[in-house]
């Protein structure tokens, strides 16, 4: 989109900048025409480096640049920038961009924008994002790109982080103590260091080549996906607030989830599990424990237990399953189950 912008701003805050919807619309709705060409100048230099003459690092585009098609003489038409007059003195500021699904190819090099606040840039074909001196950046968007490496340190304000459907082999996100979204899936990470990530609440890192996670340090965690990777053992008893656990398809042998009260559900399939204590998940409603070694299951404490899939284990019979007094959606004590055993 391209953003129009006036006046009446208060002056910012040292906190992450950010706007309503309500008045980015007001926002895009006022013209720029009464803005003279200097009003742009201060973001212009960033822009340029970033967009208009960004170097092309892998040759994609044999005319040089990111295939960013705007009028480098008309900044207030520029394709998916947003800018604002900040403290109400005519000199208009990028706050957003928003460079989704253009065919961008290259590096995209995001320095000396003081009040840039988002960023989305998913949907293209891009082999590196370069973030330096950006102190208001706390939403940032880059999946389904072809990104190998993601440094993270100078955008300290971060707090939502999607890079996903990408080939990173390293990421860093130890300077960003704000961060509470993380989203990795579909990557080639063996690694990732979450521990400085204390305000985390969402992490996702699925189809990665993850052997480990340390996720003690992240005690407000309330979700974590990490499916379809080669975790042999997780510990999640810091984690007291989580309430979503994905971990099928890894080499987990036991899980220890009695300290995870708030636990709403839990999927452990394709994994090695033998046995699988959920008596203190009173509050589980969906579980999923298809394709591991379970002899019995005891879910006589799970009254709010809704969905309970138990395929491909070593389970004879219902028989083998103590349920509670309300039995889960579909199941009942009488009926043989036939999709318990291998």
């Known amino acids: 989109m391209t953003g129009n912008a006036s006046g009446g ?6 906190l992450p900048f950010r706007l309503s919807l309500a008045t980015v619309f007001a926002v895009l709705s006022l013209s720029l025409l009464s803005f ?15 967009l208009l003459a960004a170097t092309d690092t892998d040759a994609a585009d044999p005319q040089g640049g990111l295939n960013w098609s705007s009028n480098p003489s008309y900044p207030s038409g520029w394709t998916g920038i947003s800018w604002y007059d900040i403290d109400s003195d005519g000199v ?7 460079v989704k699904d253009l065919q961008l190819a290259g590096s995209l090099f995001l320095s000396g924008f003081e009040y840039l606040s988002l960023l989305s840039a ?51 996100v130890t300077n960003n103590p704000e961060l509470k979204t993380l989203n990795l899936n579909k990557n080639n990470l063996a690694t990732i260091d979450v521990s400085h990530n204390l305000k985390l609440t969402d992490l996702s890192a699925d189809d990665n080549y993850l052997s480990e996670l340390n996720v003690r340090n992240n005690i407000l965690l309330e979700r974590l996906s990490v499916q379809n990777n080669y975790i042999a053992s997780i510990d999640v008893s810091e984690n007291a607030n989580l309430k979503t656990l994905t971990v099928w398809s890894n ?6 989830i009695s ?11 394709e994994n090695n599990l033998a046995e699988l204590n959920v008596g203190s998940n009173v509050n589980l409603t969906e579980l999923y424990a298809n394709g591991n070694g379970l002899l019995e299951l005891d879910v006589s404490a799970n009254s709010d237990l809704e969905t309970l899939s138990i395929r491909d284990n070593a389970l004879a019979s219902l028989e083998s399953i103590s349920l509670s007094s309300r039995a889960p959606r579909g199941m009942s004590r009488n009926i043989p189950c036939q999709t318990c055993g291998p």
Do not use: C, K, W
């Open 251 to 256: 080499l987990l042998m036991t899980i220890d």
């Open 36 to 50: 003279s060409p200097s009003s742009f100048a201060q973001d212009y230099s960033p822009i340029e480096r970033s």
């Open 259 to 269: 300290e995870n009260i708030l636990l709403e559900y839990l999927d452990v399939d």
């Open 9 to 14: 701003a208060p002056h910012l805050s040292p």
């Open 92 to 98: 208009l500021r990028v706050i957003e961009i928003d």
């Open 122 to 172: 998913s949907g293209n074909q891009l082999t590196g994002v370069v973030v330096d001196s950006d102190p208001f950046l706390y939403h940032l968007e880059l999946f389904d790109n072809l990104l190998t490496t993601l440094n993270m340190t100078e955008a300290p304000a971060l707090e939502y982080l999607d890079a996903s459907f990408n080939d990173l082999v390293a990421l860093n």
